[in-house]
């Protein structure tokens, strides 16, 4: 079977189609024959070495790319019976460094890790679901429930900021995102009260929010200018990079993403928004990566394994 595996760290020119053997499930693990796989930014640190320099994930001789994916089961390991061969499910491989992972024909899975795909449901979008919107619903989950009144989201238009704005309207929270102008009326349709620009201090947040929100979300990474707009004791939870001091009595938070199969299952049906920026065939892996290194999309890439 084709499989997307580098052998060094570096551009996307070290991405490799490699042919592999069609690996076995183990006790509590299943087979799945991958319909479509999402390219997610820590792919892109996969490949540079970043996780690796950041004590992540360990180097290895053969590494593989991918963590969303949707598919069909297609064989199940001893003790598995919420899963049989037929199936539709999208599930997440959360741990880095493996030498085989999604972006590939077939791949393995804890059967934990996998949720049932509802009937009707357009696989390509829902392989764009598991990694971004887990993340986003650990995220809020580390908001203190009775302390949701009014949250700030940063990197409101991604993948990740998207789901956590949609998210925590859900729950009742008065939302503040933040976003480039062009993204104002996405982030409104995603259940934002509020947007305020990309450039905009904590002050314009505090304008609208006096004394500052309960909480932020920062999707986007802006750490102490994030924190800024929280009030003293409210809570800061990060997504990427190092978390800043827990200034002003605010609990400091960070979101490590974990496979939940029945949580993912939770949000598989609860209609949220699923974007696509476009799919490519699975050997065109090297420019889904140029064109995320790019910038600029809104939506994750899919890689298509069956063509």
Do not use: C
């Not at 065109?284 to 140029?290: C, G, L, M």
């Amino acid at each position: 079977m084709r499989a997307v595996i580098i052998r060094s760290f570096g551009g996307p020119e070290v991405l490799e189609i490699a042919e592999v053997p069609t690996p076995s499930p183990g006790p509590g693990e299943i087979r799945v024959r991958v319909t479509a796989a999402a390219v997610n930014p820590v792919d892109l640190q996969t490949r540079s070495g970043a996780l690796a320099r950041a004590g992540i994930m360990a180097p290895r001789a053969v590494t593989g790319l991918g963590w969303d994916v949707s598919g069909v089961v297609d064989a199940v390991g001893a003790g598995v019976t919420a899963f049989g061969p037929g199936e539709r499910v999208i599930g997440l491989s959360d741990r880095p460094g493996l030498s085989l992972k999604t972006q590939a024909e077939f791949v393995l899975l804890e059967a934990t890790a996998a949720a049932h795909l509802p009937g009707g449901a357009d696989p390509v979008a829902a392989a764009t679901l598991p990694l971004n919107a887990l993340t986003a619903a650990q995220a809020l989950d580390l908001v203190p429930a009775a302390a949701r009144a009014t949250i700030l989201v940063t990197g409101a238009a991604g993948a990740v900021g998207g789901y956590a704005v949609e998210l925590a309207a859900r729950t009742g929270a008065r939302v503040v995102a933040v976003a480039a102008e062009r993204d104002a009326a996405l982030v409104r349709a995603l259940g934002a009260a509020h947007h305020v620009p990309r450039t905009a201090a904590a002050e314009a947040v505090r304008a609208l929010v006096p004394g500052g929100v309960d909480a932020v979300i920062d999707a986007a990474n802006l750490g102490i200018r994030a924190m800024d707009a929280v009030r003293g004791g409210g809570t800061y939870v990060g997504v990427l990079g190092s978390p800043p001091p827990p200034l002003r009595g605010i609990r400091v938070a960070n979101v490590w993403i974990r496979a939940d199969g029945e949580r993912l299952a939770s949000l598989a049906a609860a209609g949220l928004t699923l974007r696509v920026a476009g799919t490519l065939p699975l050997p065109h892996v090297a420019e889904a990566h140029r064109r995320l290194e790019a910038g600029g999309l809104r939506g994750r890439l899919v890689l298509l394994a069956e063509q």
